[in-house]
Antibody, heavy 113, light 107 residues
Framework: QVQLKESGPGLVQPSQTLSLTCTVSGFSLTSYHVHWVRQPPGKGLEWMGVMWSDGDTSYNSALKSRLSISRDTSKSQVFLKMSSLQTEDTATYYC???????WGQGVMVTVSS | DIQMTQSPSSLPASLGDRVTITCRASQDIGNYLRWFQQKPGKSPRLMIYGATNLAAGVPSRFSGSRSGSDYSLTISSLESEDMADYYCLQSKESPLTFGSGTKLEIK
């Protein structure tokens, strides 16, 4: 069955770069679009960006300058990199296929020194 | 970018009540509107897709509707398990955008 799982560091220092990995199973990355969504504690969902099935990417306008999404189809992995982290980037980060209701469990990332 | 204005932000209601949550799109999104339910500590769950279609396994007391640029999620008779946060999502064009969320709570 379709599964997505996020992994990455739980703690990142301010001004550093966040690197997250979404490992998928049960489907090919060339078949589905994989999105990144985040949620600060006690706040709403924010769409961050997407790796389209054709390998193209789209980003949230507010994050575009700091955000990069890539993939390795041979490893069934999608990567998120976001630079210049600040405390307001503290959030649970999800990879998902929201149009199909497939979600990872989320990974909590805290930005703190 | 398309803005989704969701209201209300908080909705106190009693069990058995009929409740409605609304999202207004800043541009035409057709029926590219989904509703998600999220409970504390859990990933979101799809409730409605295509503005009006019930997702698999969702109770029939949930329904979605559209009037122009206004999209609504209605629960016909509130049950305790429905207490959660609800979000709309437009997927008509990138960047996708969520509504700001509605917290449904017991009055």
């Amino acid at each position: 069955q379709v599964q997505l799982k996020e992994s990455g560091p739980g703690l990142v220092q301010p001004s550093q770069t966040l690197s997250l990995t979404c490992t998928v199973s049960g489907f090919s990355l060339t078949s589905y679009h994989v999105h990144w969504v985040r949620q600060p504690p006690g706040k709403g969902l924010e769409w961050m960006g997407v790796m389209w099935s054709d390998g193209d990417t789209s980003y949230n306008s507010a994050l575009k300058s700091r955000l990069s999404i890539s993939r390795d189809t041979s490893k069934s992995q999608v990567f998120l990199k976001m630079s210049s982290l600040q405390t307001e980037d503290t959030a649970t980060y999800y990879c998902s296929i929201p149009t199909r209701d497939y979600w990872g469990q989320g990974v909590m990332v805290t930005v703190s020194s | 970018d398309i803005q989704m204005t969701q209201s209300p932000s908080s909705l106190p209601a009693s069990l058995g009540d009929r409740v409605t949550i609304t999202c207004r799109a800043s541009q035409d999104i057709g029926n590219y509107l989904r509703w998600f339910q999220q409970k504390p500590g859990k990933s979101p769950r799809l409730m409605i897709y295509g503005a009006t279609n019930l997702a698999a396994g969702v109770p029939s007391r949930f329904s979605g509707s559209r009037s122009g640029s206004d999209y609504s999620l209605t629960i016909s008779s509130l049950e305790s398990e429905d207490m959660a946060d609800y979000y709309c999502l437009q997927s008509k064009e990138s960047p996708l955008t969520f509504g700001s969320g509605t917290k449904l709570e017991i009055k």
